[in-house]
C-alpha cells in the first residue's frame, strides 16, 4: 500500500521496472533517482493505488528492499545539469514528498475505517513513513550544503519550510495537543526502535492547562518521572524532531489536557515528588509511569474511560530469543510505544519540526545527522543481538560501574541522568549499551564525517551499518578488543580462547 509512497517518494522510473531486481538496482545505480522528475510525476498515482490493501505487503516490501539495497550516490544528481534543476527544484519536491506523507495518511485512515488495515499492511506503512522522513532529511541536508536553505529557527515548531512543514495555514496549539519527539541519547533511540517494526520518535508530551488557566506542557521523563513546565520555556529547547498532533474531538482534547495536569499535580501535591518513571512501559502499574502511559490516562479520564490509546501497539515480540527486554524490565510483548501515536487514525498531523543546527558548539556534526547516525548504530546493536547472537558480556567492570552509579546517584549526582529507583538491570543495561554505542561512535561518525566532506551528503543507512558490521567483525579477531569485552558472541570468544 504505502510503498507507492516509495516508488512515490523515489519513485522508479517505469523504464526501470524489469523483472531481474538486480538489473533494475544495477541500473538505479547507473542512472540515480530524479527526486524532481519522480515525485512529481508520480503524485497522482497515489489515490488509486493506495486503495488496494491486500496488495500493500508485496508492494511496499518490494520497493524497500530494492532501494535499501542501493548506496547514496544513488539518491543525488551527479552531472550539472540535474544538479542545477535539483537545486532549483528542490524545495518543491520537498512539499511534494510532505504532501505524500499526507495523502498516506489520509489513506491509511480510510483503511481503519473500513476495517481493511491488516497489521502487516500497517507494520510497512510504518516502515515506508520511516524512510521517507530519512530521505527528505538527506534531501534536506544536500540543499543546506549547497546554500539552498539558509533560515534556520532554534524554537520548538518555529521557522520556515523546510525547517517546518505545516498541515494547516497557522500553528496553533490547543489544550490536549500532543508533540510527538525524538530525544537526543541513546536511550532515546532504544526506546524509537524498541518495536517489532522501528520508529523515530522516543517520547510523547502533551499540551495541559494549570491551575491558573496557563499552558503547560505536560510529560514523564526518564530522570524525573512526571514534569511540569511552562509551554513557552518548553519550547526554547533543542530537539531533533518533533511531530504536532491535535485530536479530532476538540471538547474530549481539551479535558485530557486537563485531566494530564491533574494527575501529575494531585501527586506532587500528596506526595511532595513526581509520579516516578516506568521502566517496565506496563499501564497496569498505577505507582510508576511512563510518557506514552501519562498520555493515554489523560485520554482515558477525558472520555470516561471510553478512549483507549493507541489504535495499534507496538509489538516486541523481535527480542524473544534474548534477555535483552527482560533485563531492561519490560515484560509485555505488546506496548505503547510513542511512536504509535502517529499512526492513530483519530490525531491529525499538523506539522512538522527539524532542528537544523548543532546541539552543542563544540560538536562538529548537526544533530539531525548525528541522531541518524546513532540510529544506525542502535540498530546494529539490535540486529547483532537477534540476528547473530550477540549478547552484553556480565563483567566485573560493568557491575562496578553500575553500582558507583548508583551510590552517586544516590548521594546527589546524575540527577540529569537517573532516578533512585531505576531498576538495577535496567541501569546495568543502559550503561552497557551506551558504552557500546560510543565504540561504534568513535569508529564510524570519522568515516562518515569524511565521505560527507568529500562527497558533501552522507551515507546511505545500509551503508553506515555495513561499515559498523565490517569494524564488528574485525574486531572479533582481536583477543583485547574493548568491543568485545563489552558485546561478543561465543564464536568470537573461542577465536580469542576465552569462555563466555
Known sequence: MKLLLISILLSVPTV?????????INLMILKPLNFVNEVAKSINQIDSNLKAPD??????????????RLKSDSFFPQTEKEIAELEEKGSETLKLLFHVQLMVRKKQ????????LSFDCLQNIKRSTRYVRFME???IEWLIERKKVTQFSNDILSGEFPQLMKNVDKI????GDLFLIRGKSYVSGMIARIGDTELQFSHLAILGLNDKNEKVIVEALIPYGTKISPFETWLKQKEARVVHFRFHDADTASKAGRAAFDLANSFISKHGYNIPYDFKMSSLDADTIFCAELIENAYLTASNSKMLLPENKSMTTKFKSTPFLKNMGIESTEIFAPGDIEFDSRFDLLSEYRYFGKYEESDTIPLLRKIRMQDAIIQSIYNW??????????SLKIN???VLAKAFRYIGFLKDRMPTHMPYSSLKTVIQFEDTSHILEAYLFPIEESFYSQKKHSLHFQEMLKVLKDFRNAE?????SEFNNLMTTKACFRKVGRDI
Open 16 to 24: 526501470l521496472l524489469a523483472n531481474d531486481s538486480q538489473t533494475e
Open 55 to 68: 496488495k500493500c505487503v508485496e508492494f511496499i516490501s518490494d520497493k524497500l528492499d530494492k532501494i535499501d
Open 109 to 116: 485512515k480510510e483503511l481503519s475505517q473500513q476495517g481493511k
Open 137 to 139: 532529511d538527506m534531501l
Open 172 to 175: 496553533d496549539f490547543q489544550i
Open 385 to 394: 543481538t537477534i540476528v547473530d547472537n550477540y549478547q552484553f558480556v556480565d
Open 400 to 402: 562496578t560501574k553500575t
Open 476 to 480: 572479533c579477531e582481536k583477543p583485547d
